[in-house]
DNA sequence: TACTATACGGAACGATGGTTCCGCTTGTCA
DNA sequence: TGACAAGCGGAACCATCGTTCCGTATAGTA
């Protein structure tokens, strides 16, 4: 296990005062971001830095000055990703009418799943060790899709027999299925399934 | 590309007479079959050829002489484990209850696919290629799973807006996300919610 | 403007895994 | 039983990809 230079910014652990980035080294920091996650998007994490770099307008080693290592770099971004859920889902959660709020956070995740390819490994696919890092934004997710689930489970439109973890399982499994079978109806026609077998049954 | 050897045996196309192969070879080509058909079960296609060549008790340049690539190895075994599902359903599609057939050959084809890893990759994660050979069978087994379904949608008890292309890619993701999920009793919950999913509204 | 710590680029390294090649072994047939 | 085609083993080859290293460039500063 090599020394930490501890290069990361914003991250939750900050305690020493860093010195701040030189200015090209923010910029390229940002562009980095900038590009893998639109790459991570389009093809998943399975493309290699190359391309990201390359997207990105830098070389390898500035892609490893800022992230010791490829999984920390698709850490970062799944975690912003992630976050991003969790905060609609909350949102939802105030001011939805808990009956369907639940119902339709699902489209949305599942239009983000569609959009993003990565995020489909931050449900099914991950390696294990990923998750490590990322686990953190992963349970407030959990927590706040639990949340959104229990209430619709009081006011009686969803099955009580299922969790959180199982609804996003499902969603993610779905739409990485559909994804394959590159026939954009499919989706929906597979979702109905899923979401009829979700209701309370009536 | 290649010349093609033509080595295969009791595949579609065998026009010339070739002459059989010798004691020994034939002996390895069963040997290979069988060591690839338990580790692909146990593991999934990405075992290195090694572990199946070692496995069988040959070289690696044994497992090349009988299948070109390992690609078509696997596709070996896919169209004999696809075969025989479809067997299963045509046979349930004969003997049993209309109304029940179709939700019981799901039992049995889950259970297979969760035997079997290497099945998974036959619905949903295959590489787009890998279909070109496998895909006759994979065509029958669609077929006789789309007559299942037509009995049980005749009979009033699955809905009839799914065809067996839908069916097969829900059940391979599901058990998908269930294995990466390593938490056993999680597969029953989420096949719940799509055997409701599946059944005519109430 | 000159100096230096910081950052950069990308060639090179190492691991992994599919595939090929070729010298040796062995089944088959006369 | 001898000869030869058929088959075998596995070292070597090649491509891919993550990661490291180091000589060079440059932002920040006196």
Redesign the pocket.
Known sequence: M?TEPDLERGGRGDPEPT?P?????QR?RARILAAAESVFAADGIEV???VVAEKA??????V???F????RLFEAIMIERVSALTVDARARLETGDPRSAFFEFLDYLVSEVLIKRDLISAFAVAGVEFEVVAADAKQELNAAVADLLTAAQDAGTVRTDVTGQIVLSLIGATCMAAKQLHSGSTVDEMLAVLRDGLRANA
């Open positions: 090599p010195r980035l030189r200015a090209d080294a390229n290699p830095i190359d307008g830098v070389g390898i080693g500035t490893y000055r800022h010791p290592t490829k999984e």
